[in-house]
C-alpha cells in the first residue's frame, strides 16, 4: 500500500508521522513496516488524523503517549499555520494517551519546540524479584521506570517491562537509566533510554525520550521544596530540558523541550 510520511528528529528520537488516512486496525501493521525501514532510522510512529471539526489528531503507535511526537506535531501544525501566513507561538494539541489537550510553543527561527505535559498520576514502587524494588512514575498512557546507573543488558530491561507490566498495566513502558553528567553541574544528568509500546510488541533504544525526561525530573525533585526546578538532560540523540513547578508540596506544571526539524512529506509502497 501507499503511504505519505514526514519524518521528524526531535532531539534525534526520530519519528515518523503518517499522514495518509486509514483504519486504526491498520496501525501496528504500519508501524511495525515503517520502522522495518533502516534508511529512517525510526524509534517511533505517529498517524495524524482530521476530525470531523476540521481539527487534526496526532495518535500514536500503541495509542501512547509521546512528550517528544507532541512537540512535534505541534511543531508541524505551526508549520502549516506560518505557510498560510499566521506566525504562532502557541499551539494547542490533540494526541493519544491525554485528557485534555496540551500546548505546544514554537520557535521556527530557531527551531525549536517545548510542549506542557500530563502531570504525574503517582509514583509507585514496582517489585521486580530478581532485581529489586525500582520507582516508577506514572503518566495517563505510559510509565517509565527511574534506574539509577547506567544502561544494563536487555533481559534486564525485559524483566523490569514485565513486572511493571503486571502489576501496573499500561499502553507503553520506559526505563530511564539516569546518571550524574559527570560535569559537576547542578542538575543535569545523562538518560539512555528504552522504550517498550505493548500494541506493537516493540522495544526500541530510543535516542531520546520526551516523557521519560519528564518522568526523570519529577523523581528528581520529588523531595524538593515549593518552586521551579529545570533539568538539563543529555540524551544520547540531544539535550531535552524538563521543568517541574511545585505548589504546596504538589506538581502543578510540567514543560519539556529542545530542539525538532520536520521533513518534508514522502510517498512510499509498503508491504503489510
Known amino acids: ?60 503507535m500503541g495509542g501512547e503517549f509521546c512528550g517528544n511526537a507532541t512537540r512535534s506535531f505541534g511543531y508541524l501544525l505551526g508549520m502549516e499555520h506560518v505557510c498560510e501566513g499566521k506566525k504562532p507561538e502557541m499551539i494547542e494539541v490533540d494526541v493519544s494517551g491525554c485528557a485534555g489537550t496540551l500546548l505546544v510553543e ?29 520507582h516508577v512514575v506514572v503518566f495517563d498512557g505510559i510509565s517509565h521506570v527511574i534506574v539509577k546507573g547506567p544502561k544494563r543488558e536487555e533481559t534486564f530491561v525485559k524483566t523490569v517491562v514485565k ?28 538518560i539512555t533510554p528504552v522504550v517498550y509500546v505493548e500494541e506493537t510488541k516493540s522495544l526500541v533504544w530510543e535516542s531520546s525520550c520526551g516523557s521519560g525526561s519528564m518522568a526523570a525530573a519529577v523523581y528528581l525533585s520529588k523531595m524538593k521544596k515549593d518552586g521551579t526546578y529545570v ?14 513547578v511545585k505548589e504546596d508540596g504538589k506538581v502543578i506544571q510540567c514543560k519539556m523541550g529542545g530542539p525538532v526539524s520536520i521533513s518534508e512529506e514522502k510517498s512510499l509502497e509498503i508491504s503489510l
Open 231 to 244: 533539568y538539563l538532560l543529555k540524551h544520547p540523540g540531544g539535550v531535552i530540558e524538563a521543568t517541574v
Open 163 to 190: 513486572a511493571v507490566m503486571e502489576q501496573y498495566k499500561s499502553d507503553a513502558v520506559g526505563l530511564m537509566f539516569l546518571e550524574p553528567s559527570g560535569d559537576g553541574m547542578e542538575r543535569r544528568y545523562r
Open 1 to 60: 500500500m501507499e503511504v505519505k510520511i514526514r519524518i521528524a528528529d526531535p532531539a534525534g528520537n526520530i519519528t515518523i508521522f503518517v499522514t495518509s488516512p486509514m483504519n486504526r486496525t491498520q496501525y501496528p501493521s504500519v508501524a511495525n513496516a515503517l520502522l522495518a525501514v533502516e534508511e529512517f532510522h525510526g524509534e517511533q510512529v505517529g498517524f495524524i488524523e482530521e476530525k470531523s471539526d476540521g481539527t487534526k489528531h496526532m495518535q500514536m
Open 106 to 134: 514554537v520557535d521556527h527561527e530557531a527551531g525549536t519546540s517545548k510542549t506542557t505535559m500530563p502531570l504525574p498520576e503517582k509514583i509507585v514502587d514496582v517489585n521486580v524479584p530478581e532485581y529489586g524494588i525500582y
